[in-house]
């Protein structure tokens, strides 16, 4: 696997620096370092950098709500997605990622009650076709990550959504942390992990690691914390992950300190050596 996360005190403006210091820290995935407006030299020299460090550009973000109730807010959230995948293309990343949205008028990425309904799916569709007929991407890919509160928000959904979108440049971007939202979920990671990989496998690109814990609350209450203080069964995930893919980017994500990072990436490392799973 190759494991990822941002990284700091670091000049990212310098490719080489930018690519080393991934290295150094013994990552072999990288999020995007450059955005929408770097022009093709820079691009380039980036892309050589990372191919010195033996390094993969995982991912560009295109975080933002092309659902978004605000017609305003949904065309300016399209052209940004659109712009991220040409930036992905040029880059050669494996995939540029965002989130479906929400129909949630006040939060890009919140609960709304329309978000599970079938106009809301189909307006997933539309859109996400909409943004790759756009680029027409031919060395990177599109995917929607997983969220607890609209599409796709199981194994299932996602694959629905894939054989809707019927496009060949859609991929999978797997955050299995997202779609445990229910009792169920939580106390059987590894099953859900299972059925993520055994349908979604064959597009699977790329994934996010992180954990969660319940906290005790009433009435269910669910938090994000560091990999190996929660529930996620990281045993099941490292090892389907590698038989999905040896060179799979795992990219830590959502902690805020070096330190935590840190800490994250020893226990997955960990758990990776456990396995005797190489860890690029």
Not at 142 to 164: C, Q, R, V
């Amino acid at each position: 696997m190759r494991l990822g996360a941002p990284i700091f005190n670091v000049d990212t403006k310098d490719p080489q620096a930018w690519a080393q210091a991934h290295r150094k820290l013994g990552y072999g995935a990288a999020y995007c370092p450059v955005n929408a407006d770097a022009d093709d030299a820079t691009c380039r020299a980036y892309i050589d950098a990372a191919k010195r460090e033996n390094l993969v550009i995982a991912e560009v973000g295109a975080w933002s709500n092309p659902i978004s109730p605000d017609s305003d807010q949904a065309c300016k959230a399209k052209d940004h997605c659109i712009r991220q995948l040409q930036l992905a293309e040029r880059l050669g990343a494996l995939c540029c990622v965002n989130i479906a949205g929400s129909r949630n008028p006040k939060q890009w990425d919140g609960p709304h009650p329309d978000n599970f309904s079938k106009d809301t799916f189909d307006l997933i569709v539309q859109t996400v076709r909409k943004i790759i007929d756009a680029v027409k991407p031919t060395r990177t890919t599109y995917s929607l990550e997983t969220m607890p509160w609209i599409f796709p928000h199981s194994a299932d959904t996602y694959l629905h959504l894939i054989k809707a979108i019927d496009r060949k440049a859609t991929s999978v971007h797997l955050d299995p942390v997202n779609i445990v939202n229910c009792p169920e979920r939580m106390y059987d990671t590894a099953g859900l992990l299972r059925e993520c990989f055994e349908k979604l496998g064959p597009w699977m690109l790329s994934c996010h690691a992180k954990d969660i814990r319940y906290t005790g609350a009433l009435t269910l209450h669910l938090e994000e914390c560091l990999p190996g203080t929660g529930v996620l069964d990281y045993r099941t995930f490292l090892t389907l992950a590698e038989q999905r893919n040896p060179q799979m980017p795992i990219i830590l994500e959502h902690l805020s300190k070096p330190e935590e990072y840190t800490a994250a990436a020893q226990y997955v490392r960990g758990i990776a050596d456990e396995l005797k799973i190489r860890c690029i």
